[in-house]
């Protein structure tokens, strides 16, 4: 949890953005606006949201898989975590 604190601002950036394109993506919805223009707004949600999950990902991954003094059982139940989140987040 302490690599969510240490980047807390900028997570926080990155969800703002995410809103704000959220809420464009509304905005073209209700506005009738053509396809690709939706599509563009869709893909930059979608790209906003995978780069915020890869950055909290890498600072668990660090804190919680390949830091100092964990004993494999720990390892192993920690990797076994980050895969069934992933395969979740994929689906």
Not at 18 to 27: C, H, P, S, V
Request: charged share 30%; hydrophobic share 45%; net charge positive.
């Amino acid at each position: 949890m302490a690599h969510i604190q240490k980047s807390k601002k900028q997570l926080l950036t990155r969800v703002r953005k995410i809103k704000g394109q959220a809420a464009a993506l509304e905005t073209a919805l209700e506005q009738d606006k053509d396809c690709l223009a939706i599509l563009q707004q869709i893909a930059a949600v979608r790209g906003a949201v995978n780069g915020l999950m890869a950055e909290v990902m890498e600072g668990h991954i660090r804190e919680h898989l390949v830091a100092d003094g964990l004993s494999s059982e720990e390892r192993q139940e920690e990797a076994d975590k980050v895969a069934a989140l992933l395969r979740s987040y994929l689906k």
